[in-house]
């Protein structure tokens, strides 16, 4: 199981980090990602760390502002967001899979068979 957990609000500028934590598996063993749903819109892909290599992907609309990582003795991934503006705002999920993808099926959500609740991040202007 994964709980997702730290949204919040923030205004334009400001920072926030979002904690994934795994249950049940071991997080290293898995390829965990996180996407995110604005009102009306398709969920779409954020960024993901990638089990074995560790490699690391993000949207073009993200890089450089967020950062993903892993603490293994944690089983928890997380979301570093930084520079936050409102069209950031969105409902966030984790998503963990056992494989490991090639970059363009990292993107993908039907790549992944588990996924956590959302939490909401609300960027005002």
């Known amino acids: 199981q994964l709980q997702a957990s730290g949204g919040g609000y923030v205004q334009a500028g400001g920072s926030l980090r979002l904690s994934c934590a795994a249950s049940?598996?071991?997080?290293?063993?898995?390829?965990m990602g996180w996407f995110r749903q604005a009102p009306g819109k398709e969920r779409e892909f954020v960024a993901v760390?990638?089990?074995?290599?560790?490699?690391?992907f993000y949207a073009g609309s993200v890089k450089g502002r967020f950062s993903i990582s892993r603490d293994n003795a944690k089983n928890t991934v997380y979301l570093q967001m930084n520079s936050l503006k409102p069209e950031d705002t969105a409902v966030y999920y984790c998503?963990?899979?056992?494989?490991?993808?090639?970059?363009?099926?990292?993107?993908?959500?039907?790549?992944?068979?588990?996924w956590g609740r959302g939490t909401l991040v609300t960027v005002s202007s």
């Open positions: 998503a963990a899979t056992s494989l490991t993808p090639i970059q363009s099926m990292a993107y993908t959500p039907s790549t992944y068979d588990n």
């Open positions: 049940g598996r071991t997080s290293s063993t898995l390829t």
């Open positions: 760390v990638r089990r074995g290599d560790r490699n690391t």
